[in-house]
């Protein structure tokens, strides 16, 4: 039988305990198509318990997971993950790892590579086999271009989220538990400090509520605050609003930013440029809000208001809020 397929499936960590994140689901979708292709087996690496999730890959074509204590941290630390994943690839010798390109895994897959001398594709958007490795999809100068990168198994891949959309494959359940190597101590964790403004994560939103310059200034984002809060949304941004100074980059949708495939994607003052729309073309259903009758989002958008977004954006917030109650 071919090498197996190794993907880390990254967990968040929260108040109501640990939970899957839709990206492990998304690598697991791809591996499992490139492990069909050449006769391999797909093996999660958990690096907690987390039932639920264990489930979840199962359902998305995992062959097999195999999970690990939880880290002495409590939570993410390159320190401790780092020696747990290589710990794995060492012990399976997969044809391919493949990790979120997320913050954590952008550094976990890029440490990977350089300790076990793998080839390493970052930040790809498609992954198919080609002769003695792969053939990744990757998005180049800030999005204006799209490159065919080819790399040699055994290789390192990251993958962005929500490039490809989870496709179910169940797999009858194969669970093993694996120890975690001692972990360094010259980081420790010794406080987390929330953040002052408590935000959804992007990806992992089923509603989203993005604004552009149509806002006017920064003065006026309160409008979007107001409605993602009356609709239980994550919040975000277009580029021209983050190079603006008006929000941070954590919030840009596009294609140098984050993409997402909620259910549901309002964008407010948004004209649509093709960098935006490459970030939020997947979204289930678009309802866009702009004066301007010609601007491209109208061409996306299953729902449409021409309006003024100060006009337009309260009276949403005051609906939402009578339908769906306080959030």
């Known amino acids: 039988m071919a090498d197996p397929l190794l993907i880390y499936a990254e967990l968040t960590q929260g108040a109501a305990g640990r939970t899957l994140k839709r990206s492990a689901l ?21 690096p907690a318990p987390c039932p639920e999730g264990e489930a979840a890959l199962f359902e998305h074509g995992v062959d097999e997971v195999r999970v690990a204590p939880a880290s002495p941290a409590g939570r993410y630390l390159l320190e401790h993950e780092a020696p747990l994943l290589a710990a794995q690839v060492e012990a399976l ?3 391919l790892v493949l990790v979120a390109a997320s913050p954590a895994g952008k550094e976990l897959s890029a440490t990977l590579a350089g300790h076990t001398g793998r080839g390493l594709v970052a930040d790809a958007v498609d992954l198919a086999p080609a002769p003695g490795g792969y053939e990744a ?12 990168v080819r790399v ?3 290789a390192v891949v990251s993958l962005r989220p929500n490039a490809v959309p989870p496709a179910p494959a169940p797999r009858a359940p194969a669970r093993a538990e694996v120890a975690r190597p001692p972990a360094g101590d ?3 964790l010794r406080e987390v400090v929330p953040a002052a403004e408590k935000r959804r994560e992007l990806t992992e939103a089923d509603v989203i509520v993005s604004g ?3 806002l006017g200034g920064p003065e006026h984002w309160g409008l979007i605050l107001d409605l993602a809060q009356a609709l239980g949304a994550a919040h975000g941004a277009s580029r021209a609003v983050v190079d603006a100074g008006w929000r941070p980059h954590a919030e840009q949708v596009g294609q140098t930013g984050k993409t997402v495939s909620p259910k549901l994607y309002v964008a407010c003052g948004i004209s649509g440029a093709i960098q935006h729309l490459a970030g939020m073309s997947s979204s289930k259903v678009v309802v866009a809000v702009n004066k301007d009758p010609e601007a491209p989002i109208f061409r996306v958008a299953d729902f449409g208001v021409v309006g003024d977004v100060h006009q337009v954006l309260p009276l949403f917030a005051q609906v939402a809020r009578e339908f769906l109650g306080p959030a």
């Open 26 to 46: 998304e690598a697991a979708t791809v591996a499992r198509r490139l492990a069909d292709a050449a006769g391999a087996r797909v093996v999660a690496l958990l």
């Open 93 to 95: 010798g997969p044809a």
């Open 137 to 148: 999809t990757k998005p180049v100068l800030a999005g204006k271009a799209v490159a065919t």
């Open 152 to 154: 040699g198994a055994p």
């Open 186 to 188: 010259r980081v420790r």
């Open 212 to 214: 552009g310059r149509g």
